[in-house]
């Protein structure tokens, strides 16, 4: 754990709801459609209004303003006009934490009383964001914390969004980057695809020029098997797909990843498949808990091995990241790196995940966002300070 300096005011200043802004349409998380029909609705010319998107667009999302005013390639009179339909509104960041290895995880408060997670990761040669789409989570996946919680409610559009757009205003100042995050990953709380209208919104604005501007294939939704969302995924949006499998058959599946008896592995992996054939050049990325006695072993290696044999896949082992009263324990090193020998035998891609933040419980399944857990929260915590 490492002290870290107060995020700056600037960036992190929460401006007070004023009551004027109350109840106006709020511009962000819209889709372009939404949000020509919201600038036309409020007076913008017809003609103009494709135009006025893509021009809102870049200033929320890639310039990062929540001021009309701020607006300057818009009319002095225009601007005043947005000002008086709409808002520009986020959910409040409230606290930030960052970890010895450079990891940080990001507080948000959203409408409701919940807590959303987020977390950075900072690499050589990349910056990934691992964002949430829900609070709580409904699959009951065995070995994740996040489970435990239950789903309490999907995010909007514009609550996965600001996750993003927070996260970026805070590093740009921090690390002196101009683009710090490259990637960004449905990794976080929830799952994606139970969330699906909102995500594939959010994912739009992600990918959009005009939005976030991140490359396509950099964007990567992680999917505990939802089979007939996959599908919907690939003819609606082009992006990374990664699947959390950690069995290699449905009588283990059935334990760890309970959706896998709607969704057993022959209709996973056929689903797989189809999301492939789009693009020659694409692999899924196949998630494998590591999870010691339980799903690691050597005959559970061929077995995942010869599932795979014929996919473009790449494995991806994690080590377990315990939480209070599992009942799983994370396999040794040596028993993961035989693990990822004998896959790589069968000539598949492997890479081990490598813990990255578990000192701020910012690791895979640590998240939990619940406002109980905050008692628990380390002295590196950040609160942030609230514009009188
Ligand atoms: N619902 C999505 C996103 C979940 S989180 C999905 O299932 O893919 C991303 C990854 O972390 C998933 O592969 C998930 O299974 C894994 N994970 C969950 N809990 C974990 C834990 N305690 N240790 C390690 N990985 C975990």
Redesign the pocket.
Known sequence: MTASAPITQDVMTIPRKEDATLGKPNLVGLTRDGLRDALIAAGTPEPQARMRVGQVWQWIYHWGVRDFAAMTNLAKDYRALLADSFQISLPEMVSRQVSADGTRKYLMRIAGGHEVETVYIPEADRGTLCISSQVG?A?D?A????AQQGLQRNLTAAEIVSQVWFAIRTLVDELGKERPISNVV???M???LANYNQVITAIRLLQDDLGFGLSKRRVTV???GLVPFMDRLSADVDTAL???L?APNDALRNEL?PINRKYPIADLIAACGRYTQRDRKMHIVY?Y?MLDGVNDSDDNARELARLLRHMPAKVNL??????PQ?R?RRSSPERIEAFANILRRNKLMVTTRRTRGDDIDA????LVGRVASRQQRRLSDIPVRVAP
Request: with cysteine; glycine share 8%.
């Open positions: 989570c699959l996946c070995f994740c914390s996040t449905f990794m976080g929830g799952e994606p992680s999917t505990s990664a699947v959390s950690h990843v998630e808990v994690i080590p377990f990241n315990p939480f599992t799983f690791a895979c399944g640590q």
